[in-house]
């Protein structure tokens, strides 16, 4: 019997198993690492890249020679001028005959190569002394003794090759317009003084710079270089004798 006051409960006494699954899951194990993709390997063999060739100087340092560019007026010239050669780190500063670029030349020798001289950078071993082209050289970056030699040893170079000028310039110089003929692109040749020069020409022309310089009382070399070398100074100077009157067909 149930004592006074208390409700009989069977199932405080039911001592079974409950029907619902009370037990703990699994601890977690960690998600499943996903495999990168691989990248696939290119069939084609592998270029190495080629080392520019290593040049020493006087002083038993490399540096790299410069490749030659095809189809490149500077990197297609043969022959270079002299303006400046710098013995310690045998260098010199010069520009290509057939375009008057300036250019920076690599040679090795061990003595200074004089203003005026001729290098060969042909590369076939054709010329002595023979050097390498390793750039273009700018005005500003070169020495007051090479930017004050570059104009004199432009009029030797027209000096040494008057007859050419002479004969393609002079000889053959017209009318630019109306107004101006092309002997007036030289410096301190005026209007009146440019028709003289082309009346005492004639019809038969000049037949040496003496003879030009002679009559015209003028100093046609130097006027010529001078030109030359505002034009080198401004590559937007037109018009460009540089263009018409190079290479000397000597």
């Known amino acids: ?30 998600r499943e690492d996903i495999p990168k993709p691989q990248k696939k390997p290119d069939p084609r063999p592998q270029q190495r890249q080629q080392r520019p060739q290593q040049r020493r100087d006087n002083r038993g340092n490399t540096r790299p020679q410069q490749r030659r560019r095809d189809g490149q007026p500077l990197y297609d010239a043969k022959w270079v001028r002299v303006v400046e050669h710098d013995t310690s780190e045998g260098i010199v500063t010069g520009f290509t005959e057939d375009t008057v670029i300036p250019c920076r030349i690599a040679i090795e020798s061990s003595e200074a190569l004089l203003p005026s001289m ?24 070169m020495s007051n003794s090479a930017k004050m030699d570059f104009p004199l040893i432009l009029q030797l170079f027209v000096e040494e090759h008057g007859k050419h000028f002479v004969d393609a310039f002079f000889n053959k110089a017209g009318n630019l317009s109306l107004k101006q003929h092309a002997f007036e692109l030289l410096a301190g ?10 009346e005492l020409r004639g019809s038969s ?27 080198v100074e401004d590559r937007t100077l037109q018009p460009r004798l540089i263009d018409h009157l190079f290479p000397v067909n000597a």
């Open 1 to 30: 019997m149930s004592r006074p006051g208390r409700d009989y409960n069977p199932r405080k006494f039911n001592k079974s198993k409950p029907s619902v699954d009370t037990s703990m899951p699994p601890p977690a194990t960690g």
């Open 118 to 141: 001729r290098i060969y950078v042909g590369g076939d071993g054709k010329g002595d002394p023979e050097g390498s082209i390793l750039g273009g050289a700018r005005m500003d970056k």
């Open 189 to 198: 040749i005026g209007n009146k003084k440019a028709l003289q020069m082309a």
């Open 205 to 231: 022309g000049f037949s040496s710079m003496a003879e030009l310089n002679e009559k015209c009382s003028i100093d046609s070399a130097e006027l010529l270089a001078r030109r030359f070398f505002s034009e």
